[in-house]
């Protein structure tokens, strides 16, 4: 079946009956535990970004990448439904499980990102906002209809999308996309492998049904080991780099390395776990660990430019 038919199929479930979900759904659409990180870090980097901006301003900057990021979600929950019902983990999103159809999220989808893209523009500035349209563009197109299904290189490239945001939000205080805005995209693009091929580890049976060509289904457990540890340790330099370039203080700085040190303990212990373990235990430590190093990295940074911005003295 060719990939157009069977998003077409999508469009109504087998009883021929979509009921139009509730708010609940609309909001699922959203992802919002990731558009949760993309808000955090976009914070981040509008209040570490030199300059001031309006209080109002920067409300408004925030709501309109949280809305961007949704639209994100939903349009890779309207183009990825096909693969998404044959997989536990993603089998009871709305679009799969008939709640709401194929249609109607694309069409929430690209009203929302207009909407979010309209926004930031007319109340910012338009740097912010064509990085916020080709976030979404990446996202949605780049990374969900092409790179996803035809490289197992998806994660590596993929993950810019989910980067930009602490770009977007330097953008919106100083117009500009500078050294230090590309230094904290970097963290969290050498941060996205390690994070994700954890994930497919223990996934990989998931992702196997689903026919994505995701690294432990195509080069193996050994090599993906290889590639996480790699990719675990560029994160942990990558995390003192804010330091190391002078616009964070040595107290971050420290952090940062502990917290990158445990990064790549974690990763150890996953490269160390016997091939063909069905547990994955390690895996699956590292991938929940993952998820702390960054909240952790970030909220250190913005402890440090608050405390910068507050007493004038980098923490």
Excluded at 59 to 70: R, Y
Excluded at 88 to 99: E, H, S, Y
Excluded at 230 to 241: K, Q, R, W
Excluded at 243 to 260: N, P, Q, S, W
Aim: with cysteine.
């Amino acid at each position: 079946m060719a990939m157009t038919e069977k998003h077409d199929a999508l469009s109504a479930p087998a009883s021929m009956e979509i009921l139009e979900g509730d708010a609940g759904d609309f909001f699922a659409l959203l992802k919002p535990r990731v558009m949760s990180l993309v808000v955090f870090t976009a914070l981040v980097g509008l209040l570490m970004a030199p300059g001031e901006i309006h209080p109002v301003l920067g409300f408004l900057a925030i709501l309109a990448i949280a809305v961007g990021a949704g639209a994100s979600g939903a349009l890779n929950m309207w183009y990825d439904a096909d693969i998404d019902i044959l997989m536990t983990r993603t089998a009871k999103r709305p679009v799969p499980a008939g709640r709401i159809s194929a249609e109607t999220t694309l069409a929430f989808g690209l009203f929302l990102s207009v909407f979010s893209v309209a926004t930031l523009g007319l109340m910012v500035n338009w740097l912010s906002a064509g990085l916020l349209a080709f976030t979404i563009f990446f996202y949605a197109v780049v990374y969900s209809m092409w790179l996803k299904r035809t490289t197992p290189h998806n994660i590596v490239i993929g993950g810019a999308a989910g980067a930009f945001p602490p770009i977007i939000g330097w953008a919106c205080v100083t117009n500009t996309i500078s050294l230090e805005s590309i230094a904290l995209f970097a963290i969290i693009f050498l941060w996205t492998p390690a994070h994700f091929w954890a994930l497919a580890l223990f996934k990989a049976d998931d992702y196997g049904r689903a026919g994505v060509p995701m690294l432990p289904n195509v080069a193996g457990e050994r090599t993906t080991k290889h590639q996480i540890v790699l990719y675990a340790v560029l994160t942990a330099l990558s995390g003192v780099v804010p330091t190391l370039m002078g616009f964070a203080g040595i107290i971050y700085g420290g952090i940062a390395a502990v917290l990158g040190l445990v990064f790549v303990w974690y990763a150890v212990q996953v490269w160390r776990m016997p091939d063909g373990d069905r547990k994955m235990v390690p895996a699956k430590k590292l991938f929940a660990y993952s998820l702390v190093y960054l909240f952790c990295v970030f909220t250190a940074l913005l402890v440090d430019a608050l405390v910068t911005k507050f007493t004038g003295l980098a923490a």
